[in-house]
């Protein structure tokens, strides 16, 4: 059974740092694009970050290019998403997801998906 368990959500002030990791029991996790996606209270989930299996190529939205850097170690089969200059509007519950074999996008499509964790920017 494929399990994604996201961690590190907080609450931030503005302009603050917080950094997200999701441990991974996936085969094959080098393998498996992996992605961040996010909702907010009201809104439909939005594509945040994505990184490549294959070369490790990564996107981002525009809404958090140069403020979030998304990485990956294959070893430990986790995927990380370190997030600079927070702002109030990055307020949502941010889930992990995979999908084996396929490469990365800007979209949604994925086989699988964590629970989320919580992020708060208060202004």
């Known amino acids: 059974q494929v399990q994604l368990l996201e961690s590190g959500g907080g609450r931030v002030q503005a302009g603050g740092s917080l950094r997200l990791s999701c441990a991974a029991s996936?085969?094959?996790?080098?393998?498996?694009?992996m992605g961040w996606i996010r909702q907010a209270p009201g809104k439909e989930r939005e594509f945040v970050a994505a990184?490549?299996?294959?070369?490790?190529?990564?996107y981002y939205s525009d809404s958090v290019k140069g403020r979030f850097t998304i990485s990956r170690d294959d070893a430990k089969k986790m995927v990380y998403l370190q997030m600079n200059s927070l702002k109030p509007e990055d307020t949502a519950v941010y889930y992990c997801?995979?999908?084996?074999?396929?490469?990365?996008?800007?979209?949604?499509?994925?086989?699988?998906w964590g629970q989320g964790t919580q992020v708060t920017v208060s202004s």
């Open positions: 997801a995979a999908r084996v074999l396929a490469p990365a996008s800007d979209g949604l499509e994925y086989d699988h």
């Open positions: 996936l085969q094959p996790f080098s393998r498996s694009t």
């Open positions: 990184i490549d299996w294959r070369d490790s190529i990564t």
